[in-house]
């Protein structure tokens, strides 16, 4: 809502008095703007609530499909990079398992298709 549209629909009030008209067009403004910020709060989820629509997300990803993906490793002795492994297969909500051994590495990740394939 522009203030311009509103002079030219109130047309005479507009000219007596364009102060006034002014005012009250920026108060109805501003209580429009307040209506909707306080809705979208109240549509806002809690916390908790977006944590159990994201497992869900999950869960029905997963009782759709679910995908494997197998990588081979060449070097896998450094513990940063094991940890890596774990931290992101935990936050993409993927179980699995690796091998490890002198001359390669094997890990085996499983999960629904729209974490495996991001």
């Known amino acids: 809502m522009k203030i311009s549209n509103l ?3 109130l047309g005479n009030e507009a000219i007596q008095d364009p102060t006034k008209v002014e005012q009250e067009v920026r108060q109805q ?3 429009r703007l307040q209506t909707h ?3 979208n ?3 806002k989820l809690t916390p908790e609530q977006k944590k159990e629509k994201i497992l869900k997300k999950i869960e029905e990803d997963r009782a759709a499909d679910t995908l494997v993906a197998v990588f081979r490793i060449e070097d ?3 513990p940063q990079w094991r940890f890596k492994v774990e931290v992101n297969a ?3 909500h993927l ?3 690796a091998v490890a051994t002198s001359d390669m590495s094997v890990v085996v990740v499983e999960g629904g298709t729209a ?3 991001a």
């Open 37 to 39: 910020i306080s809705a």
């Open 76 to 78: 896998f002795s450094r």
């Open 95 to 97: 179980t699995g398992c």
């Open 29 to 31: 403004i501003a209580d």
């Open 41 to 43: 709060q109240a549509r």
């Open 7 to 9: 002079m030219r629909v």
């Open 115 to 117: 974490r495996l394939c």
């Open 90 to 92: 935990n936050q993409m």
